[in-house]
């Protein structure tokens, strides 16, 4: 299944210029989602990262990806977490987060991520971020509901 920004948007509460995800190309519930994202010149942490040799940050790769395991994770329990009371999910921790090649301009980023496991309001993912198949990031990503 694919879905467009709009999609996104009902999933997640993210919105520009904080949304770091395009459109998910594949979703499997409970398992895993791959997304991407096309870094274009224009996006606004370029003008001072850094100035006449542009990179994007980790930390925006680390929430791209974080973005995505909250697209898999409403996607496949938003109904649970709606009965339950719950709101929303926060980021809780990265862990063992690599930056392997930098990521420019003009690059669109493949995110994959997976749901390893999930305790009552804790869920644990893993991620993986490409550009033209190449291993540019990855980490592990947990978050809480509240």
């Known amino acids: 299944m694919k879905l467009g920004t709009e999609q996104i948007k009902e999933l997640i509460p993210h919105r520009e210029p904080f949304l770091f995800l395009d459109s998910v190309l594949e979703i499997e519930k409970g398992r895993m989602v791959k997304a991407e994202k ?3 010149p224009e996006e606004f942490f370029f003008r001072g990262h850094f ?3 542009p990179v ?13 395991g909250g697209v898999l994770f409403k996607y496949s329990f938003g109904k649970e977490v709606e009965e339950k009371g719950f709101d929303n999910a926060y ?3 990265l862990d063992c987060c690599r930056f392997r090649t930098p990521v420019v301009p003009g690059n669109r980023v493949v995110l994959e991520v997976e749901l390893v496991r999930r305790r009552s309001r804790v869920m644990f993912f893993s991620a993986v971020a490409f550009v033209d198949g190449k291993k540019v990031a ?3 990503i947990s978050a809480w509901l509240v």
């Open 38 to 40: 096309l870094f274009s």
């Open 51 to 53: 100035p006449g040799n």
């Open 56 to 68: 994007v940050p980790g930390v925006i790769l680390a929430e791209a990806m974080a973005q995505a």
């Open 91 to 93: 980021l809780m921790g």
């Open 138 to 140: 990855e980490g592990e």
